[in-house]
Structures are given as C-alpha cells and as structure tokens.
C-alpha cells in the first residue's frame, strides 16, 4: 500500500522568509513516482513537479526547490522569499508499481499562508 | 487550448438522490480520472478510464459508478446520495495511462442536505 504523509497541517510565514514543505512517502515499489501539487482557493490542483524514484537530483525553478532523499523517504518542497501569491493548500502525492501508475495517493497536504 | 473542464462547478442535491457530474479531458488526452476531496483532506482516487475501459478502482462503494465516451469524456455517478459524499470531485486527464502528467479541472463541489 501507498501512504504520504505531510506532517504540517499549517504554516504561517511572512513574505520573503523562506519556508520548507515536508513530504514522506511510503511504498514498497522500487518504480514510483513523485509530485508536488498546489490548491489555492478556486480548488483546480496546479501541478509544480515530477520525480522518478531512480531520479535523486535536487531540482531548482525559479524560488521552488525540491529535496528528494530516499534513504529517508522524503520530498521536501521549498519556497524562497516567499510571496502572498504563494498562499494556498499544497499536496504531495506518489504513484507507483506497474499497475498503480494511474492513482495518484495524496498526503493531507499542508496550508501555507504568506502575510504581507 | 482549453484545459480539463467540469460541469457543473457547483451542485446541491438532498440525501438519497442520484447525481451525475461531467468532465471533458484536455484535446488527446485519453485518461480521466476521478478523485474526492472531503474539507480539509487530500484527494482520494475514485476512478481511472483509458480508452474507454475502467483501469482502476478505489476504495469506494458500489453507489459510485463512471463510465468514458467514445470523444474520451466521462461522466461519474452516484447513486442514493449521503451527507458524506459532499465534496470537490476532481477530474484528472492525461495523455498516457501512467497519468505521469496529469491535468486537473476545477472541479464539482457538491452539497448534500
């Protein structure tokens, strides 16, 4: 069985502080995959990133960095100098195995609230 | 392009109704995909159709039931509403089964009285 677990329900910051989303992830597949997903209010899930389980190399865009570490089954999200329009709910989600690629397992997913 | 859209966008029914909600993939997408979302909780897989077949099936009860037309768009349904199916039900295209890069609507968010 899948399971993400994103331990932070609320993050409140104030812009331009940077901030870091935490992801774990539990699967038994050698094959998965890895996203990072972002909800603001008009409820349509925005996708931010994709990553392969054979793919560990951090990933930088823009001030969105990504952390992918399997030794610790995590996938960090970080957001630097962060900015009001950065505000909104933010899911982690894996999919995995041959037959499993279809489903996405979503983590509760963590609300981040940036103050001017 | 346009992108995934859902209609309605929003739905009030009363317990025990039936309720169909509707969702036209991305143009050459051939995947759809239904996922819940209570308040305040992540997604949760319904359905996944591929070329028109059912390819996967989550955790849901036999009240819940999809189907995807020849054009590739789906429509899902419940059957004898509860006042725990009121939720955004997402729809979710993507070109390849694998859902790899899966595109979301804005979705149906339904109230049940």
């Known amino acids: 069985a899948q399971k993400v677990t994103q331990a932070q329900t609320e993050i409140s910051v104030v812009e331009k502080e940077d901030v870091t989303l935490d992801c774990v992830y539990e699967?038994?597949?050698?094959?998965?995959?890895l996203f990072w997903y972002k909800q603001p209010p008009s409820g349509e899930l925005v996708f931010l990133i994709r990553?392969?389980?054979?793919?560990?190399q951090n990933e930088i865009s823009g001030r969105y960095s990504w952390n992918f570490q399997k030794s610790t089954s995590s996938f960090n999200f970080t957001i630097t100098a962060s900015q009001v329009v950065d505000s909104a709910v933010y899911f982690c989600a894996l999919s995995a195995g041959w037959l499993g690629y279809g489903k996405l397992t979503f983590g509760q997913g963590t609300i981040l609230t940036v103050h001017p | 392009d346009a992108g995934v859209t859902q209609s309605p966008t929003h739905l009030i029914k009363t317990r025990g109704q039936h309720v169909t909600l509707r969702c036209s993939p991305i143009s050459g997408h051939k995947s759809v995909s239904w996922y819940q979302q209570v308040l305040g909780q992540g997604p949760q897989f319904i359905f996944q159709?591929?070329?028109?077949?059912?390819?996967g099936r989550g955790n849901f009860p036999d009240r819940f039931s999809a189907r995807q037309f020849p054009n590739y768009s789906s429509e899902l349904n419940v059957n004898a509403l509860l006042l725990g199916d009121s939720a955004l039900y997402l729809c979710?295209?993507?070109?390849?089964?694998?859902?790899?890069?899966?595109?979301f609507g804005q979705g149906t968010r339904l109230t049940v009285v």
């Open positions: 990553r392969n389980s054979f793919d560990e």
């Open positions: 159709y591929y070329e028109k077949e059912e390819r």
């Open positions: 979710a295209s993507s070109r390849t089964l694998d859902n790899t890069e899966a595109f």
């Open positions: 699967t038994r597949d050698t094959t998965y995959y």
